[in-house]
């Protein structure tokens, strides 16, 4: 059989508690929810995930892994300069409210794109105008002794506006790694998460200088 390709659909919105002040007006929730739909081929906004198309037997045992929020990474804030990021010293505070997927096998490499969707709340010190979104996607085989299979850090331009709530949203398009065996499908997890590391510049690789 020639090369496959699966393709899976919009996964399950996934929302955190932090009020209501974090949901989209009408107007931004439809701009957001018609670019997610245009790049995972549609699907269901609310909160059942949708059904995954149906696979041949030959396919039976491999499926799309779930999105899941990385534990301590669910929220990004920042505080003016030497101080933490809680009260009064915070400029602002970004939360992840949403998440899609969809992956494609094909000769035995699953290219997977990862849907992030968030907002940002303005502080009590402000926002500066423009901020920069920290997002790292990571491909990892849970069970015992969990392993990382591949991992990627992004970053995402937010412009901010008088409102002091603004929405973002990023695609990862090129996670790509090895498919697993049926066996193993069912460990294998997407987790996404901020990562103010993502931030930072990669370190420089010094010259070896050549021996004479």
């Known amino acids: 059989m020639g090369d496959r390709v699966i393709r899976f659909a919009l996964a399950a919105a996934v929302s955190i508690g932090l009020g209501a002040t974090l949901l989209p007006t009408a107007s931004s929730a439809q701009s957001l929810s018609d670019r997610f739909k245009n790049l995972f081929g549609g699907g269901s906004s609310d909160s059942k ?30 505080a003016v300069d ?42 009590p010190q402000g926002a500066p105008p423009t901020i920069q979104v920290p997002l790292r996607v990571a491909v990892v085989k849970g069970g015992v002794g969990e392993k990382t299979i ?26 790509v790694y090895p498919a697993p065996s049926a066996a193993e499908n069912d460990d294998y997890i ?11 510049p990669e370190p420089k690789v010094r010259a070896q200088k050549k021996k004479h």
């Open 82 to 123: 030497g101080k933490e990021a809680v009260g009064n010293d915070v400029k602002f505070l970004a939360s992840i409210t949403r998440t899609a997927r969809e992956c494609n096998l094909n000769s035995g490499q699953i290219t997977a794109k990862i849907g992030i969707q968030g907002r940002i709340i303005v502080g």
């Open 190 to 200: 997407f987790y996404i998460g901020f990562d103010p590391q993502a931030l930072k």
């Open 150 to 175: 591949a991992t990627k850090a992004y970053t995402t331009t937010v412009q901010m506006d008088d409102s002091g709530s603004v929405p973002f949203s990023l695609v990862a398009e090129d996670v």
């Open 49 to 78: 995930p949708a059904a995954q198309q149906p696979l041949s037997d030959a396919d039976a045992g491999l499926t799309c892994p779930p999105v899941q929020i990385r534990s301590g990474a669910s929220t990004y804030s920042v």
